[in-house]
């Protein structure tokens, strides 16, 4: 019997195990591509590198069976998952045929694949591979580099790269490869050795045999190495040109690599680096030998090679080729032996080029001799050229100019080579390396030697700076197999024997047991590994030893031959051992696929069965106690603890989870020296949870009666008295039961066996094992494990006499330590054995003392603690250390003043690695000492789940420091820490902002889903998609949105009103009916551009479907039948075209639609394109929308060129702005290119003469402007400003709509030059200005500068215009442009020239309309000087005109004769319509109330006079401009609020069709009414100085007469104002809810020259004023929780919440309701309980609480705990308590201080009934009385708004409560109890838990304190508390002892 049980105690049980199958080959099964395609085998690689993979099922469908074992091989890794997922489970990369299979699966989740591939030729290898991409900014650390997670494909002639995202890369591979390693850098290749290429010639230098690939795209590099040298070493580093050297393993973490040489038979490892600068100078100027021709020919031969990509033939049998062949082949496009489509290889250069920018790489296509240096090493071409014999064969040219050498980038370091005695023999390469490292953290290298049976394992460690690794010794384990498990530090191995034995490092650990496998039986001793053929030993196809059994080629083991020499070695004696048996049932044959702690044995049979090791510990308690004594003991002896508890934990029929502990402290007290089973408690925890059913046996009775000693033991044991001393038992009122006094068998003499492994250590695990016990004791979740874990120390503190640690542990646990008596002896002599480590302090270390004399400001030791290990102590002492204190380094610096590490001595590594990662500079920005403290928690990863586990009393000066946050947190916390202090708003508004820009969380929620039901009938009229739920809470007074939508729509037909005169025909009134549609269409035509404006980027397109474009309807209908009416009937005449520039504008509209932010891309927008060839308008209008909202940048270039090649002149109108705008300021050169085709002036003069239509000219003109946006470029300035005075040509060209030529270039000039002013660097000989004042007044022309003079030589035949400006054409252009040059300038001398004319005489050389122009353009430059009054409006009015015109709409028949009213009239007009225009430019977007005031009384002023009878005098026209201008001027002052008087307004002009009113005065009409609204009231206007131009392009102030009229100005212009639109809706978000809502924002202006700094308060949301003119922002009120925007700081963030839709989060504080419910405020819960003067008020009512808070958990506690019931009167005071304690943690916003009242309430009952049984809570208590009562709190609250936690009368109530019970008992009972425990006499035991209650609570002092004061004999008062005063005892306390102590209560009076 015994014997067996040893046998299964050293065994160690596996966990279960099941059959495992590779998931991909069952995938593979189903997979389309299982059928063979014979058509794509035909076909060469290359051919295939453009074929898209979809001819997967053409070939024939011929099963193939890929299931044949050679052909498949996976492996499997740790599943890598995101950060803060823990889930553990295995991927599988499985390889077959031509398929790479991805999956991921683990024992509770079934495999599913993630990924499969399918490629072309068959899959040599396949691999994972992290690369990095390189960050664009040079100054990043190599730290910050993004990783891209990858897989590899290894083809014969191609490496394919997928990443996890979804990015594919094809690498052409330019040599055979023999294997690909992944290491951290990127992939490393192996070329592979074809035998020919042993050195002909001693000449010849051999070539590099490694190669590296940093990232797809790169090229591939040779590798570099350093080995092992002397002193000069740096000159050393070579090439790796060794064919003989194969890698064997390669390693991220470390980044090392293991090589095999093959011919002096040794491993070597290497570190694996970038390479340095010098060290890559060095090979590339190596001072070869001098070149002959035979060496640069052959070298340069085989760089050429490499760089054209081999087709995978095998590469020509030598190199010796001859030479004129390479050189040709270089030469031609493709080498002969590819197809016609060959990639050429300088794709791979170009990729690097593209992604280095470096132009060192790659400037070659082909490459001679210097790629690789190998010979002539000639640093530059110059140098190359001299270097050559003059015999040279190749041609100079060809060698030299083309070639750039590869630069290597990876650098191989000489770390280890293995002895060279012992280890040589043939053939011995590993055939499988792993790192493993040992439960105690050192690492080993371990490879297995195949062939001798050996496992060798190298031992290696970081040297202390962390820069190197040092490698030890080697140890050999005899092994068939091994593989290592990483999550328990251990490593399986097989022996020969056929056991599995489990290794830690190199220390054996114990056999393996699996149930269900046979144990090998003893005779076999180790079955045949595999048949005996000669190379076996080496490798065969049908069991591949490698890593990679795929990358087997033929190639790699190219004859027997050379290996045959070796057979001999069979004869060897392991190897007869395994001859001589053959197979005898199945048995393991190898291992395979380790992963954590799972591994897959492979069977001799074939069969392959996962099995998983068993964990180290399930239970928190054990694993925080082994890390404690693994941490404090010297590693071996650690090891050696964590073997045996590894064997114990884990044999077979293992324990149940509750023994773990109870087996763990056997288990430790057995290596103390203890025999367990003779002290009683140990002896019961045996018989609770067994050890084995084995054990349990053996101690069984056999009798099966029961009999009376079973009920004693059952009193006895161990679970009887826990339970007895449990707080339940207590709230239970279970009596104790008086147990009879067992007759237990005495063990007189229990001692302690001092040659076990730990008797020695035993004080410093105490010490350990203390310090963890402290760190229990701050999670409230592990007080169980801290119950148990007493026990244990208290046994220890006993037998070793350390009565303070007694004391302390009786202290905490009264009831459980009383009946613990036994003590172990030891003697003196084993005492002198053990060592009594430094560290170990006399005073036991408690946390809560700590803690509670930093509270009272004492003088604090150091308090001791483990790193890595009692990472909460840490964290709680700094805490307190930072916020009580107020030492604000106590965070930022490793602590030595507070905290004192306990080192073992031996663990330097890991301590630095905590400093690394805790270490940590809190923001320093913040000031006070809470914000420091909630930012370092945030740091230190603590969240507020965390905080619930810290016991109430440690954590409430944490939950202070955060309450104070709570009311203003800094606006630019991170997301952790506004939701660590409770404010969800602002971790929600963080959590946005670190989104993608794209997606915004909820830019979606709000855009409701359609109007509503009716949406399905409803028809498209482009403006479905607009915010209804934001639209009504902007204005939900009235439907003013849906007039906006009535009016702009343009779907349905208009109606027709025209009643029959009985005269008038049937035909004639058609006629009629129709000439009114042609008016009506004029309106109809001009609605899109207001619809624009109204629907701007409020749309999210899908990406896979086409955006929906409404229809222009141009039909109408008429009354009363509703019959159609049509304008293509032909009974009238309709303009030809009509419709197109609507159609154009309807397309833009639509367009303008799509947010910024939508994710579309070039194929998107190709694919919006109609069906059939034709470009439509409405598609180019969508393309120079997709332009102004940002888009049009991704559009590709072959689609730019498709588009412009088509001749469509709309497509390439809208093509060219929309390009140029979405590259505005931006330079760039290829747009530039771009629009120079289509602008004659910027192409050389001898160009060939293109024909460019007229309006394309002007739209690549002001396309010009808008890229070259205030950048003051010289030439295009100087064009530009030759382009406004472009005189007529002589064939025709620029002779037609020259005006709007002009203008635009005079735009463009403004735009270049924008707000430069006088400041124009390099331009004073152009004279801009005076040449510009010249367009404007006229004069005599100048000559052509430079190349345009040969243009335009010839005059025109068609137009005379002399040599003189025209000014009718100039003018308006060189106004503008004035304008925009001296934009806000202030500039008065410019100013002036601007003036209007002040004489009659003059007034008659300037056309009206021009007058309006210049006083615009003045306006715009004196910008400060805009006053928002009609005085400044009429100051530009000169004199004389002011004196002819007293009002604008009467006639003064008392005009002087001399005097043309006429003009006068008109001048008026203008004068003040510009005037009027400058004020709405300078106020745009402001809802400026003095500006709106004063432009709407104008409007009125010119409606008046429109319809007055002196509108004759002025003219119709020129009326109808000015009112539009004026209008347009008052919508822009108030644009995107909606105002609802210029509403008013625009419905009126949009009802007035006939007369005047032409297409022109619609459009304005509604661009009006579009920026009133603009984007739904999400936009407004900027007054910037790129906004103003853009402004000045879409109104400029003379509108088209109809439809196709671009004679002044291109229509397409009129939607630049979207690059002049700005965010500025702030919309309030309730985040509960997630809907949005009103919040009151008080807004703060900067002080300016026109203001002092002033607050104004708005209800959001609302359009927020321009940012520049803000300081700051808040979210004010009761309702809402505050949150500060700081604009001063600036504005970026504030800036990202409007480009996101404007979402800020609020939060309702507690107790009140939503502006929408409770406008007032009078409906909230405070205001409520006020009014109500019954007693009732004080108790809440339950459904109340609901008003304050929408937590389940507060509503249920309201529910269950407060509701009044009518009956039980000490019921009654308890709910009126807790209905309080609810009402003030409700109302005052802090219901986490819910617990924290409970708890506190409970404990001071639970005293009152004598129950308590731990004075856990007491502790609680006291630190919170001496947290309030602390000095740093007073400090706190002189200055602070916040009110307190715990509310200070309830604290005293308890307080006294608490004192009185605590009285009661020492005046009952207590005195006697107290005066034995200070005498240290036995204690009576029925009271002793009151006694350790009072002691804790008053901080009495211990018996020993007391002895070392010499109080015994103390007498008088006085003198007690002078010997007290070194005890620091609180005064109250002395006063309750000073009685027991002297003994009479009189001697407190003397």
């Not at 694996?272 to 100078?281: F, M």
């Not at 008659?1404 to 309309?1409: G, I, L, S």
């Not at 708005?1658 to 004023?1665: H, K």
Request: net charge negative; proline share 6%; glycine share 6%.
């Amino acid at each position: 019997m015994s014997n067996v049980y040893e046998e299964r105690v050293t065994m160690i049980a596996a966990g279960e195990m099941q059959e495992f199958v590779p998931f991909g080959r069952d995938h593979c099964r189903r997979h389309p591509n299982a059928t063979n395609l014979q058509l794509r085998q035909l076909q060469p690689a290359s051919e295939l590198w453009s074929s898209d993979g979809d001819a997967g099922l053409v070939g024939s469908l011929r099963e193939v069976t890929i299931h044949e074992k050679q052909k498949e091989s996976w492996h499997l890794r740790k599943g890598c998952c995101d950060v803060g997922e823990e889930l553990d489970y295995d991927e599988e990369l499985y390889v077959a045929g031509n398929m790479v299979i991805w999956s991921r699966g683990s024992k509770t989740h079934a495999s599913s694949v993630y990924k499969a591939f399918t490629v072309d030729s068959p899959v040599l290898q396949a691999l994972w591979c992290d690369f990095s991409i390189p960050q664009d900014k040079t100054e990043c650390t190599e730290a910050q580099e993004k990783r891209e997670k990858c897989v590899c494909i290894v083809q014969k002639s191609s490496v394919n790269v997928h990443t996890v995202d979804g990015k594919d890369y094809i690498a052409p591979l330019p040599f055979q490869v023999a294997d690909v390693w992944a290491t951290a850098y990127g992939l490393m290749f192996e070329r592979s050795n074809p035998v020919q290429e042993i050195p002909l010639s001693p000449l010849r230098e051999p070539l590099p045999t490694m190669f590296s690939m940093l990232h797809p795209l790169d090229e591939i590099a040779p590798v570099v190495c350093k080995p092992a040298g002397g002193v000069t070493s740096v000159t050393r580093v070579q090439y790796v040109a060794d064919y003989t050297l194969k890698i064997v393993f390669s390693s991220t973490a470390p980044s090392i690599i293991l090589t095999y040489d093959t011919v002096q038979c040794l491993h070597t490892v290497w570190a694996l680096r970038k390479i340095k600068t010098e060290e890559q100078n060095t090979v590339l100027r190596h001072p070869g030998t001098s070149g002959t021709p035979q060496q640069i020919a052959t070298s340069s031969s085989l760089t050429a090679h490499l760089r054209s990509v081999s087709k995978g033939e095998s590469p020509i049998a030598s190199p010796f080729q001859n030479l004129s062949s390479f050189a040709s082949q270089n030469r031609s496009a493709a080498s002969p032996g590819t197809h016609s489509r060959s990639h050429s290889p300088s794709i791979s250069n170009m990729a690097a080029l593209s992604r280095s920018h470096s132009p060192s790489l790659g400037a070659s296509a082909f490459s001679g001799i210097q790629r690789f240096n190998l010979s002539t090493y000639t640093p530059s071409p110059k140098r190359g050229r001299n270097s050559h014999s003059p015999n040279s064969t190749l041609s100079d040219s060809l060698l030299v100019s083309e070639t750039e050498p590869v630069i290597p980038e990876l650098c191989l370091e000489h770390l280890w080579t293995e002895n060279v005695l012992s280890m040589r023999e043939k053939n011995s390469q590993a055939t499988k390396v792993f790192i493993t490292s040992d439960l105690c953290g050192q690492k080993f290298l371990c490879y297995l030697v195949e062939s001798r049976h050996q496992l060798r394992c190298v031992k290696f460690e970081e040297s202390n700076d962390m820069t190197q690794l040092i490698f030890g010794t080697v140890t050999v384990i005899q092994a068939k197999d091994a593989a290592p498990l990483e999550s328990i530090d251990t490593m399986v191995v097989l022996e020969s024997s056929g056991n599995l034995v489990l290794y830690t490092g190199v220390i054996r650990v114990g056999k393996v047991f699996i149930a269900g496998l046979p144990a090998p039986s003893l005779s076999v001793s180790n079955p045949m590994p595999r048949p005996s053929t000669p190379l076996g030993s080496v490798s065969t196809p049908a069991r591949p030893s490698s890593r990679h059994p795929g990358a087997l080629d033929e190639t790699v083991w190219p004859s027997p031959v050379p290996e045959l020499s070796d057979s001999t070695k069979i004869h060897d004696s392991t190897y007869m051992d395994d001859c001589t048996f053959h197979q005898m049932g199945t048995y393991i044959h190898s291992l395979r696929d380790p992963v954590q702690n799972r591994v897959t044995l492979e069977m001799s049979n074939g069969n392959l069965i996962r099995i998983s090791m068993p964990e180290i510990t399930n239970s928190q308690l054990v694993k925080k106690c082994l890390q404690a004594i693994k941490y404090i003991l010297p590693k071996e002896v650690a090891v050696q603890v964590l073997i045996k508890w590894y064997n114990t934990y884990n044999a077979p029929g293992g324990p149940n989870y509750h023994s773990e502990w109870n087996l763990f402290v056997t288990c430790l007290m057995n290596m103390m020296g203890y025999s367990t089973d003779r002290l009683a408690w140990t002896r019961n925890l045996d018989l609770e949870g067994s050890l084995s059913p084995v054990i349990a046996a053996k101690k069984a009775r056999p009798s099966e009666v029961g009999s009376d000693e079973d009920w004693e033991y059952l009193l006895a044991c161990d679970y009887h008295r826990n339970f007895e001393s449990h707080l339940l038992a207590g709230a239970l009122h279970l009596d104790p039961l008086k147990v009879l006094h067992p007759k237990e068998e005495i063990f007189p003499n229990l001692g302690l066996d001092s040659t076990t492994l730990l008797f020695g250590h035993i004080p410093a695990i105490l010490f350990v094992l203390h310090l963890i016990y402290e760190e229990l004791k701050l999670d409230n979740l592990m007080r169980e494990g801290a119950r148990s874990l007493v026990v244990l120390l208290h046994q220890l503190a006993r037998d070793l006499k350390l009565d303070a640690y007694m004391d302390s542990y009786w202290r905490d646990y009264p009831l459980l330590v009383k009946n613990l008596k036994q003590s172990c002896k030891i003697d003196q002599a084993q005492m002198r054995l053990m060592n009594q480590p430094p560290f170990l302090q006399a005073e036991p270390p408690s946390i809560y003392h700590w803690l509670s004399s930093c509270l009272n400001g004492d003088v604090i030791s150091p308090f001791p603690y483990l790193p890595g290990i009692c990472e909460r102590t840490k964290l709680v002492v700094q805490s307190f250390a930072l916020y009580i204190l107020g030492d604000e380094k106590a965070l930022s610096h490793e602590p030595s003043m507070y905290l004192s590490r306990i080192s073992s001595g031996q663990r330097k590594l890991q301590v630095e690695e905590d400093n690394k990662r805790l270490s940590l500079n809190p923001c320093t920005l913040s000031t006070s000492l809470a914000a420091k403290l909630v930012v370092s928690l945030t740091n230190l990863g603590f969240t507020l789940k965390d905080l619930e586990s810290v016991p109430f009393g440690v954590a409430l000066p944490i939950r202070d420091a955060i309450y104070h946050c709570r009311e203003q947190p800094s606006s630019d916390w991170s997301e952790a820490a506004c939701s660590l202090i409770g404010r969800q708003d602002l971790s929600k508004q963080a959590h946005e902002g670190k989104l993608h820009k794209t997606k915004s969380a909820i830019g979606h929620l709000l855009v409701s889903d359609g109007a509503s039901g009716n949406e399905a009938e409803e028809e498209e009229d482009g403006m479905n998609d607009m915010n209804q739920d934001l639209m009504s809470l902007i204005w939900n007074e009235d439907l003013r949105v849906q007039e906006v939508r009535r009016l702009l729509q343009s779907t349905h037909p208009v109606r027709v009103n025209v009643v029959q005169m009985p005269e008038v025909s049937d035909h004639e009134f058609i006629e009629e009916k129709e000439n009114r549609l042609l008016q009506l269409c004029q309106r109809t035509m001009a609605l899109p551009p207001g619809r624009g404006m109204f629907t701007l980027f409020s749309y999210h397109p899908v990406p896979t479907e086409p955006l929906p474009i409404p229809k222009l309807n141009l039909t109408g209908r008429a009354p009363p039948r509703n019959t159609t009416v049509d304008l293509n009937s032909g009974n009238i005449d309709v303009p030809p075209n009509m419709a197109s520039w609507a159609n154009f504008h309807n397309g833009v509209a639509a367009g303008l639609k799509i947010a910024p932010a939508s994710q579309i891309d070039s194929a998107w927008i190709v694919y919006n394109r109609q069906k059939n060839t034709e470009l439509t308008n409405e598609y180019a209008g969508l393309l120079m929308a997709l332009g102004l909202n940002g888009h049009l940048s991704k559009l590709t270039t072959m689609s730019i060129h498709d588009y412009l090649s088509k001749g469509h002149e709309m497509t390439s109108i809208g093509l060219l702005l929309g390009i140029s705008a979405a590259k505005l300021g931006t330079m760039d050169i290829s747009v530039t290119r771009l629009l120079s085709i289509h602008i004659p002036a910027l192409l050389p003069p001898t160009s060939t003469e293109l024909d460019v239509p007229h309006n394309l000219q002007v739209a690549a003109v002001m396309g010009v402007g808008l890229v070259y946006q205030g950048t003051a470029h010289r030439h295009i300035a100087e064009v530009l400003l030759t382009e406004i005075g472009r005189p007529p040509g002589p064939e025709m060209e620029n002779c037609t709509d020259r005006e709007s030529y002009s203008l635009a270039a005079g735009l463009a000039l403004g735009m270049v030059c924008l707000g430069h002013g006088s400041n124009l660097i390099g331009m004073s000989d152009l004279n801009v200005p005076d040449q510009l004042y010249q367009y404007m007044v006229g004069g005599h022309r100048r000559a052509q500068a430079g190349i345009l003079r040969e243009k335009h030589k010839s005059p025109s035949y068609q137009i005379k215009e002399g040599d003189t400006v025209n000014v009718d054409v100039t003018c308006p252009g060189a106004t503008l442009a004035l304008a925009l040059l001296y934009l806000k300038t202030n500039n008065r001398s410019i100013a002036d020239w601007l003036r209007a004319p002040d004489t009659q005489y003059l007034l008659d050389f300037v056309k009206p309309e021009f007058l309006l122009m210049r006083t615009l353009a003045r306006g715009l430059i004196m910008w400060d000087e805009i006053k928002p009054n009609p005085a400044w409006i009429n100051s530009n009015v000169p004199p004389i005109v002011r004196q002819n015109n007293t009002s604008l709409n009467t006639v003064d028949g008392q005009a002087p004769e001399d005097v043309d009213l006429q003009t006068m009239r008109q001048a008026h007009i203008n004068i003040i319509a510009g005037a009027c225009m400058a004020m709405g430019l300078r106020f745009a977007g402001s809802s400026n109330t003095a500006a709106f005031n004063c432009l709407y009384k104008y409007v009125k002023m010119f409606l008046e006079s429109v319809s007055s009878p002196v509108a004759v005098l002025a003219g119709h026209h020129n009326l109808e401009t000015c009112l539009s201008v004026v209008l347009l001027s008052l919508a822009l002052v108030m644009a995107g609020t909606g105002n609802l008087k210029v509403l008013q307004l625009c419905r009126f002009m949009h009802k007035r069709t006939g007369g005047e009113m032409n297409y022109g005065f619609h459009m304005a009409t509604h661009m009006a009414l579009g920026l009133l609204f603009l984007g739904g009231g999400r936009y407004s206007m900027c007054t910037s100085n790129s906004a103003i131009a853009a402004l000045l392009c879409a109104l400029y102030p003379r509108f088209p007469a109809h439809s196709t009229d671009n004679r002044y100005h291109l229509q397409a212009l009129r939607h630049l104002y979207v690059l002049a639109a700005e965010p500025r809706l702030l919309v309030p978000i309730d985040v509960d809810t997630n809907t949005p809502c009103y919040a009151l924002i008080k807004v703060t202006y900067k002080a300016s020259q026109w203001c002092e700094e002033m607050t104004v308060n708005l209800m959001a949301p609302s359009l927020l004023p321009e940012l520049h003119l803000l300081k700051e922002i808040k979210v004010k009120g009761p309702k809402y929780w505050e949150i500060m925007m700081d604009l001063s700081k600036g504005a970026q963030s504030l800036q990202s919440i409007l480009s996101k839709d404007g979402f800020l989060y609020v939060k309702l504080r507690a107790g009140h309701l939503s502006y929408t419910e409770d406008p007032k405020g009078f409906r909230s819960l405070l205001a409520q309980t006020f009014t109500h003067r019954n007693p009732e008020f004080l108790s809440i009512k339950p459904e109340a609480v609901s008003a304050f808070t929408s937590d389940p958990a507060l509503l249920s506690f309201a529910e269950y705990f407060c509701k009044h019931s009518k009956k039980d009167g000490e019921k009654q005071e308890v709910l009126d308590l807790l209905s309080s304690i609810l009402y003030e943690c409700v109302t005052q916003e802090k219901p986490e201080m819910l617990p924290t009242y409970m708890a506190i309430d409970q404990a001071v009952r639970r005293l009152e009934r004598k129950e308590m049984s731990e004075t856990f809570e007491l502790w609680q208590i006291k630190l919170v009385q001496q947290f309030y009562n602390s000095v740093s709190l007073q400090d706190n609250f002189k200055n602070s708004s916040t009110g307190l936690l715990i509310n200070p009368e309830f604290l005293l109530a308890m307080k006294s409560s608490l004192d009185s019970t605590l009285d009661q008992w020492l005046h009952v009972s207590g005195d006697v109890l107290l005066h034995s425990y200070l005498s240290s006499q036995p204690l009576e035991e029925s009271q002793i838990a009151m006694l350790a209650c009072f002691l804790v609570y008053h901080s009495v002092p211990t018996h020993q304190q007391v002895t070392a004061t010499g109080i015994e004999g103390t007498t008088s008062f006085s003198e007690l508390l002078l010997k007290f005063s070194q005890l620091r005892l609180p005064v109250q306390a002395l006063l309750r002892l000073a009685p027991v102590i002297l003994g009479n209560p009189q001697a407190m009076l003397v």
